[in-house]
């Protein structure tokens, strides 16, 4: 069993739909959460940072992280086409600062 | 802020040679630097975490011999792809962090080998 797993997709949705993203670990020692957002052929961008449980928001994005069930979220409102991209997450434990999980990435491909 | 640049962006070489990818964080110190590689459509493969003044710690199966790491500044990694073959194209990224932060990545390299 993979550490982190991730819905590859595709994703398909239209212009302005809410899409949620999400990841499962099996880890319990994971504290930090990330995601990332990858454009084609680019270095992935650090999106959303949160520690142990909880929300956060950020403009569009919403970070949601549920330690009971080792499930996190990201959702998206109001999507736009330049969100099209393979959103990553990734996360790590409390003491070990160097060893990061990553997730295999979904393709989100937002429609005009 | 945490800005992370590499060089080259794109470059093609002849199978034999060697080429190097350099890693910049521009705007803090990275103690820690990660080198990656992703093929199309795949999720990132870490290849080796070095940390500043240190030996690199490679990931299983990776060649310490073929790629050649080298952290010898709080802002600069290299990565030295030797005797390149076709198998070793691939898009490689780096990222850095601080200590305290979050991973960031650079924008990544394209290696083409002929």
């Known amino acids: 069993q993979k550490e982190v797993e991730q819905d590859p997709g595709p994703l398909s949705v239209p212009e302005g739909a809410i899409v949620s993203l999400n990841c499962t670990y099996s880890?319990?020692?994971?504290?930090?959460f990330m995601w990332y957002r990858q454009y084609s052929r680019k270095g992935p961008e650090l999106l959303m940072y949160?520690?142990?449980?909880g929300n956060k928001e950020d403009g569009r994005f919403t970070a949601q992280v549920d330690k009971s069930s080792k499930y996190i979220s990201l959702f998206i409102r109001d999507s736009q086409p330049s969100d099209s991209a393979t959103y990553l997450c990734?996360?790590?434990?409390?003491?070990?600062?160097?060893?990061?999980?990553f997730g295999s990435g979904t393709k989100l491909n937002v429609k005009p | 802020g945490a800005v992370v640049s590499q060089h080259p962006s794109w470059v093609i070489c002849k199978s034999g040679t060697s080429v190097k990818i350099e890693c910049r964080s521009l705007?803090?110190?990275?103690?820690?630097m990660f080198w990656y590689r992703q093929f199309p459509k795949q999720s990132l493969m870490l290849m080796a975490t070095?940390?500043?003044?240190?030996?690199?710690?490679?990931e299983q199966g990776v060649e310490k011999d073929k790629f050649l790491i080298n952290h010898a500044s709080l802002t600069l990694s290299t990565l030295t792809v030797t005797s390149a073959h076709p198998e070793d194209s691939s898009f490689y990224i780096c990222?850095?962090?601080?200590?305290?932060?979050?991973?960031?990545f650079g924008p990544g390299t394209r290696l083409t080998v002929t």
């Open positions: 990222s850095a962090r601080d200590g305290v932060s979050e991973q960031y």
């Open positions: 880890n319990s020692a994971f504290q930090y």
């Open positions: 949160t520690y142990s449980s």
């Open positions: 990734a996360m790590r434990g409390e003491y070990n600062f160097n060893k990061f999980y």
């Open positions: 705007d803090f110190q990275a103690t820690t």
């Open positions: 070095s940390n500043e003044g240190s030996k690199a710690t490679y």
